[in-house]
């Protein structure tokens, strides 16, 4: 079954610094953290850089072999804003803000058990176990801050 890109609500916790929330028309819930969305970013400079150094998408980068690792600020938005109807632009505390984050590209890396699977699945032809949650959901809130 085709993964549906079009949100019902988006959720950008600024205040509390815990990252995007999503829940899409096809009632799917993803939930990405403000580092893995950083480390994502899609802006050719950054693409270009995780090409380079052999990271995926939301993959932090490497620390080279012998170096001590530095102390990297926690990512987080210092604005958000967004792009049409079909994506959601950050700017970041580090000063970037090129990346374009499409609903089509959050879906796509969306890293909850049921996607992964699907996307194992997809890899190798087979259909996806049926996923079963053994854990209660919790009723959606309202969350949505500008500042």
Known sequence: MARVADPKSVDVNLTAGTGVEIEWKDGHRSRYSFQFLRDAC???LCDDERNQSG???GE???TPAGALPMYREPARP???EPVGKYAIRFTWNDGHQHGIYSWQLLRDLCSCVQCKAERE????GESPAPMISTRPVAPPTATKEKG
């Open 42 to 44: 899609p802006c050719a």
């Open 78 to 80: 210092v604005e958000t």
């Open 121 to 124: 699945s997809a890899g190798s």
């Open 55 to 57: 990271r995926e998408p």
């Open 60 to 62: 932090p980068p490497r």
